[in-house]
């Protein structure tokens, strides 16, 4: 099918509404592939976090006094979560695109009735089930160890999707640039974990020295930790106004980025 055709199908989904079956059938065969490798894409982090939880929480947490009023274990679960949030969603997304590429699947999507922005959708909306069936296992866990609890229900539910949308939106771009599965690992291991490291996981900023403070505010990562910290135990360490700023910002960019590079065509059609 030329490009010129495959410009009129998406002319006419779009025109026609939003291809609510094509999104449910791509998202829920995601989801089902999910459930057919469950040791890798939930049983693997359900661990991960079972054993940070245990030892920070439970072993080293007997050893902290209150962290701003709350007990450690509490404090320290909301970035737990966080973290495999951001791990998930962007794990997820990337390995589907660019397993779709490796097994030229990607081909059987670009000609079908859908828009670039519902192609984006489908991916991004896939990456964020799979998280939410890990953030859920994550905060089943924490309930055993006395850790789960959540102050602002709502603004739980949309940090921890606002985030989870980032990063797939993320994951994407590294799906479309990858050229090897290793090359898939590369971002999250030089630039997510140091970063989620570094932006209050397991501990407050108030307890760095002055100059590391400062150089705190810069890590967007603090802001996606505090953000659910405050919905999870109602207590925040930076302004909530720069953090929904950044958020809200991030997504806006990197929507516009993935729709580009989808209608562009990059790594997608050679």
Do not use: C
């Not at 982090?45 to 050893?63: C, D, E, N, R, T």
């Not at 998930?88 to 490796?102: P, V």
């Not at 000609?111 to 489908?122: I, K, L, T």
């Not at 809200?248 to 050679?270: M, Q, T, Y």
């Amino acid at each position: 099918m030329s490009s010129s055709q495959q410009k009129t199908q998406r002319v006419s989904a779009v025109s026609n509404g939003v291809n609510w079956i094509g999104l449910y059938t791509f998202v829920r065969s995601e989801v089902l592939r999910t459930f057919r490798v469950v040791t890798q894409t939930l049983v693997t982090p359900w661990i991960s976090a079972l054993l940070y939880i245990f030892i920070f929480g439970s072993v080293v947490g007997k050893q902290i006094d209150l962290i701003n009023g709350v007990p450690y274990i509490k404090f320290v679960l909301p970035g737990i979560l966080m973290m495999n949030i951001i791990t998930g969603a962007f794990g997820a997304s990337s390995n589907a695109l660019y397993f779709q590429r490796f097994i030229k699947n990607i081909e059987e999507l670009l000609v079908a009735p859908f828009s670039y922005f519902e192609m984006m959708a489908a991916f991004t909306l896939s990456a964020v089930a799979r998280t939410i069936l890990v953030a859920l296992g994550i905060y089943v866990i924490a309930i055993f160890f006395g850790g789960s609890s959540i102050e602002h229900f709502w603004l739980f539910l949309f940090y921890s999707f606002a985030v989870a949308v980032i990063f797939a939106l993320l994951g994407l771009i590294v799906g479309l640039w990858a050229k090897g599965f290793e090359q898939l690992n590369i971002l999250s291991t030089f630039v997510i974990m140091p970063l989620s490291f570094l932006g209050g996981m397991f501990y407050s900023i108030n307890m760095l020295p002055e100059k590391l403070q400062f150089i705190a505010h810069f890590n967007p990562f603090f802001y996606f930790i505090d953000s659910i910290r405050y919905s999870m135990i109602g207590v925040r360490e930076t302004s909530a106004t720069v953090g929904l700023v950044m958020i809200l910002g991030l997504i806006i960019v990197l929507g516009a980025v993935v729709h580009h590079l989808f209608k562009k065509g990059w790594r997608l059609r050679s």
